[in-house]
């Protein structure tokens, strides 16, 4: 009963056109609510006392790496299912997801790495959340190649599925691992886990922030799994009359 | 259905991409029957074959064999080492001994190869050495890609006269073969 | 609670030495995402083209 | 079971170039690493521990590379299949005979190593003892990850696997840390052995599933 239901909500078809109607309104819901956001952020929030200015990256950085942790999640959640109840679908969700997830994970790096040049004056801190994220960002990149290299598909999907798996089961031990290991080193004096209790004049457009960009890159996904069913399905007929 | 079918395949189906490589094949085989599949080159005989044999798994349909049957394949790769020699590749196997062996590596001119590293034989003499599993075997169905590709007149005789007999005492057998083997099979068309 | 914090456009943009900082991180956001969106769209329109074609 | 490893070591045994090459590398990296820093001892023993699990990880990372990918290419692993031979049993044979020739060696040479380079026997027990389990659990994840990339090249594989053996190299360093500050080390031995039992069950299967899926 369950796994009839399952199968045909998942079926790609259906998919292909409720994702459709969706589409828009996710995206221009998040479109505007992020803009709002970052405005409200980067100039009307007040400055921090410690940072300066250049606190107002938060309003980047902290979206980015929250988003990517949620794509990895869905990621997992996605294989899973597709590797118990060999739903196609989850395997096209696994595919899309990890190029977005590997450009938010980019864009996390990148931006913390801006932030580190006026708080530590430094490019790279060998911190233990930046560490997990660059881990984080390798595996991404693990699975982007590995589904690359591939010509058929579905050992490529099954490849993918598996080490986003065991992927995910690391993700934890990893962190623990890395936060473990940084202890090592003298605590820097200002870390990016450490927001000493954060005014709620920044906390209301930081929360706007990470919502919106996650929808944004949601709905992005939205249209990297259509694209994915194209390709894929392109021999069916209900595509060919598109 | 009646239980004496060896093996029976129904609606086999294999695609790749959702390509269809080939669609709705049936076939079924007796004891002392064989089967012998055709198509052109791509057509999808070996993965057909792989499918018998239980490598690969169909996208559609099911292959249905009686578990306790055993099986013996003989493919493109021969499963042989090559820097091993061929007595030692001959033991690896552990199904048989050298013993058993000896009739057929006579007839096959392999017996003064056998201190040989197989790195060192010819295409021909490593493709007698992998047929050895099927000449030495106990097993109810035989699998053959292509075995004659590589071959000289006389083992092909060899290998079909050995054939016949096999089938003569009831075993079944699945082959692709552009040679006519001549042995009254049932032929399956890709 | 909700005041612009810059008095002009120069200051805005200056943020007290950390604007180049905020500024360049806010042009790399917008372009993966506006990049990751126009990827798919252009692919997904150039796979209907193709697909109008061939039928 | 016993003939299958019997058959596994055999094969292994006589291609030389595939066990006594790595621990060769092994060999080599240790003793070239002396020559690349000033001489001093104080300061050789300070990073002897990195060199020493660093040139362990990529001893093995390069000797794993085909493990799997002949018997995929020649057609024997076609045979296990169709002779009903259990493929996670295979995966863990082939595991622990690479171990055998190739794990057990690097562990004692890391043992003679790090008597010399440290003098201290206790520790460089210890550190062999540390080192037999590690070098099984490398085995372990890159097999997994050379499984894979089965005959697409171990960039792929190492590019899987980093992430996978990071939190090994953390425990490792926290190990020698305790053991230099002579703070209690035998939690980290536990954790370790705690992994390496979930890792023997576990990666077989997961690696038969793989090889299963790339038969297919």
Same mark, same amino acid.
């Given at each position: 009963?369950f796994?009839?239901?399952f199968h045909?909500?998942?079926?790609?078809?259906?998919f292909?056109?409720?994702?459709?109607?969706?589409?828009p309104?996710?995206f221009?819901?998040?479109i505007?609510?992020?803009?709002?956001g970052? %405005?409200?952020?980067?100039?009307?929030a007040?400055v921090?006392?410690?940072?300066?200015n250049?606190?107002r990256?938060?309003?980047?950085?902290?979206?980015?790496?929250?988003?990517?942790?949620s794509?990895?999640m869905?990621?997992?959640?996605?294989s899973?299912?597709?590797? %118990?109840?060999?739903?196609?679908?989850?395997?096209?969700?696994?595919?899309?997801?990890?190029?977005?997830?590997a450009s938010?994970?980019f864009l996390a790096?990148?931006?913390? &790495?801006i932030?580190g040049?006026?708080?530590w004056?430094?490019?790279?801190q060998?911190?233990?959340?930046?560490? &997990?994220? $660059?881990i984080?960002?390798?595996?991404?990149?693990? $699975?982007? &190649?590995l589904h690359?290299?591939?010509n058929?598909?579905?050992k490529a999907?099954?490849f993918?599925?598996?080490l986003?798996?065991?992927?995910?089961i690391?993700?934890?031990?990893?962190k623990m &691992?890395?936060?473990?290991?940084?202890t090592?080193?003298?605590?820097a004096s200002?870390?990016?886990?450490?927001?000493?209790?954060?005014?709620?004049a920044?906390?209301?457009?930081?929360?706007?922030?990470?919502f919106?960009?996650?929808?944004?890159?949601i709905a992005?996904v939205l249209?990297?799994i259509?694209?994915?069913?194209?390709?894929?399905?392109?021999?069916?007929?209900?595509?060919?009359s %598109? | 259905m009646?239980?004496?079918?060896?093996?029976?395949?129904?609606?086999?189906?294999y695609?790749i991409?959702n390509? !269809?490589?080939?669609?709705n094949?049936n076939?079924?085989?007796?004891?002392g029957?064989?089967?012998?599949?055709?198509?052109?080159?791509g057509?999808?005989?070996?993965?057909?074959?792989?499918?018998?044999?239980?490598?690969?798994?169909?996208s559609?349909g099911?292959?249905i064999i009686?578990?306790?049957?055993?099986?013996v394949?003989?493919?493109h790769?021969?499963?042989?080492?090559?820097?091993?020699?061929?007595?030692?590749?001959?033991?690896?196997?552990?199904?048989?001994?050298?013993?058993d062996?000896?009739?057929?590596?006579?007839?096959?001119?392999?017996?003064?190869?056998l201190?040989?590293?197989i790195?060192?034989l010819?295409?021909?003499q490593?493709?007698k050495?992998?047929?050895?599993?099927?000449?030495?075997?106990?097993?109810d169905?035989i699998i053959?890609?292509?075995?004659?590709?590589?071959?000289d007149?006389k083992?092909?005789?060899?290998?079909?006269e050995f054939?016949? !007999?096999?089938?003569? !005492?009831?075993?079944?057998?699945v082959?692709?073969?552009?040679?006519?083997m001549?042995l009254d099979?049932?032929?399956?068309?890709? | 609670?909700?005041?612009?914090?810059?008095?002009?456009?120069?200051?805005?943009?200056y943020?007290?030495?950390?604007?180049?900082?905020?500024?360049?991180?806010l042009?790399?956001?917008?372009?993966?995402?506006i990049?990751?969106?126009?990827f798919? *769209?252009? *692919?997904?329109?150039?796979? *209907? *083209?193709?697909?109008?074609?061939?039928? | 079971?016993?003939g299958?490893?019997?058959i596994?070591l055999?094969?292994?045994f006589k291609?030389i170039r595939?066990?006594l090459?790595p621990?060769l590398?092994?060999?080599?990296?240790?003793?070239?690493?002396?020559?690349?820093?000033?001489?001093s001892t104080? +300061?050789?023993?300070?990073?002897?521990y990195s060199i020493l699990w660093?040139?362990s990880?990529?001893?093995?990372?390069?000797?794993?590379?085909?493990?799997?990918l +002949?018997?995929?290419?020649?057609?024997?692993?076609d045979?296990?299949?169709?002779?009903n031979?259990s493929?996670?049993?295979i995966?863990?044979?082939?595991?622990?005979?690479?171990?055998l020739?190739?794990?057990v060696?690097?562990?004692?040479?890391s043992?003679?190593?790090a008597?010399?380079f440290?003098?201290?026997? +206790? @520790?460089?027990?210890l550190?062999?003892v540390i @080192?037999?389990?590690?070098?099984?659990?490398?085995?372990?994840?890159?097999?997994?990850?050379?499984?894979?990339?089965?005959?697409?090249?171990s960039?792929?594989?190492?590019?899987?696997?980093?992430?996978?053996?990071?939190?090994?190299?953390?425990t490792?360093?926290?190990?020698?840390?305790?053991?230099?500050?002579?703070l209690?080390f035998y939690s980290y031995?536990?954790l370790?052995l705690?992994?390496l039992?979930?890792?023997?069950?576990?990666?077989?299967f997961?690696i038969?599933?793989?090889?299963?899926?790339h038969?297919?």
């Amino acid at each position: 009963m369950f796994k009839k239901f399952f199968h045909q909500f998942a079926s790609p078809k259906t998919f292909y056109f409720v994702s459709q109607k969706i589409f828009p309104y996710l995206f221009w819901l998040s479109i505007v609510s992020l803009i709002i956001g970052l %405005i409200w952020g980067i100039l009307y929030a007040p400055v921090d006392k410690v940072q300066g200015n250049s606190y107002r990256i938060i309003y980047m950085h902290v979206p980015a790496s929250f988003a990517a942790q949620s794509l990895y999640m869905m990621i997992a959640v996605a294989s899973f299912i597709f590797l %118990i109840w060999k739903v196609k679908l989850a395997a096209y969700v696994v595919k899309s997801v990890s190029l977005i997830g590997a450009s938010v994970t980019f864009l996390a790096l990148i931006s913390g &790495s801006i932030w580190g040049v006026p708080t530590w004056g430094t490019w790279w801190q060998w911190d233990a959340r930046i560490t &997990s994220t $660059l881990i984080l960002f390798i595996m991404y990149l693990g $699975l982007i &190649s590995l589904h690359n290299s591939f010509n058929n598909l579905d050992k490529a999907d099954k490849f993918i599925s598996v080490l986003a798996l065991v992927g995910f089961i690391n993700i934890p031990i990893i962190k623990m &691992s890395v936060n473990w290991w940084s202890t090592l080193h003298q605590p820097a004096s200002i870390t990016l886990s450490s927001k000493p209790s954060i005014d709620l004049a920044m906390l209301y457009p930081l929360m706007i922030c990470i919502f919106s960009f996650l929808g944004l890159i949601i709905a992005i996904v939205l249209r990297a799994i259509q694209y994915e069913i194209l390709l894929r399905e392109k021999n069916k007929k209900w595509i060919q009359s %598109i | 259905m009646t239980n004496d079918y060896v093996l029976a395949a129904h609606n086999i189906g294999y695609s790749i991409n959702n390509t !269809k490589l080939f669609k709705n094949i049936n076939f079924e085989a007796k004891k002392g029957e064989s089967i012998h599949i055709k198509g052109s080159n791509g057509s999808g005989k070996t993965t057909l074959l792989r499918i018998i044999a239980g490598i690969c798994s169909s996208s559609n349909g099911e292959v249905i064999i009686d578990e306790e049957i055993s099986k013996v394949m003989v493919g493109h790769s021969n499963a042989l080492k090559d820097y091993l020699t061929l007595k030692e590749n001959i033991l690896m196997d552990g199904s048989f001994d050298i013993k058993d062996t000896n009739i057929f590596l006579e007839s096959l001119n392999l017996k003064n190869k056998l201190e040989l590293k197989i790195g060192s034989l010819s295409f021909g003499q490593r493709k007698k050495a992998s047929l050895l599993k099927v000449f030495n075997n106990n097993s109810d169905l035989i699998i053959l890609d292509e075995p004659c590709v590589g071959l000289d007149a006389k083992t092909q005789t060899y290998l079909i006269e050995f054939l016949k !007999k096999e089938l003569a !005492k009831g075993k079944t057998i699945v082959y692709s073969s552009h040679i006519d083997m001549n042995l009254d099979s049932i032929e399956v068309y890709l | 609670m909700i005041n612009m914090q810059f008095e002009s456009l120069r200051s805005l943009f200056y943020m007290n030495g950390h604007g180049i900082y905020v500024w360049v991180v806010l042009i790399i956001f917008l372009m993966v995402i506006i990049g990751l969106f126009l990827f798919y *769209k252009i *692919k997904i329109n150039n796979f *209907k *083209k193709e697909n109008n074609e061939i039928n | 079971m016993k003939g299958l490893l019997q058959i596994e070591l055999f094969k292994l045994f006589k291609k030389i170039r595939s066990w006594l090459g790595p621990v060769l590398i092994f060999t080599l990296i240790i003793i070239a690493y002396p020559l690349t820093v000033e001489y001093s001892t104080s +300061e050789l023993a300070k990073s002897f521990y990195s060199i020493l699990w660093l040139g362990s990880l990529m001893t093995i990372m390069f000797s794993t590379e085909d493990i799997f990918l +002949e018997d995929y290419l020649d057609g024997t692993m076609d045979q296990y299949i169709v002779n009903n031979i259990s493929l996670p049993l295979i995966v863990f044979i082939k595991i622990f005979v690479y171990w055998l020739l190739i794990g057990v060696p690097i562990g004692i040479l890391s043992f003679i190593f790090a008597i010399a380079f440290t003098s201290n026997f +206790e @520790s460089s027990l210890l550190i062999g003892v540390i @080192s037999f389990v590690v070098n099984y659990i490398y085995f372990a994840v890159f097999s997994f990850g050379n499984s894979l990339s089965l005959n697409k090249g171990s960039l792929l594989s190492s590019l899987v696997c980093l992430p996978l053996v990071l939190p090994i190299l953390i425990t490792l360093g926290k190990f020698i840390t305790a053991l230099e500050y002579a703070l209690n080390f035998y939690s980290y031995i536990i954790l370790l052995l705690g992994v390496l039992s979930i890792i023997i069950t576990i990666i077989p299967f997961l690696i038969s599933f793989i090889l299963k899926a790339h038969l297919d």
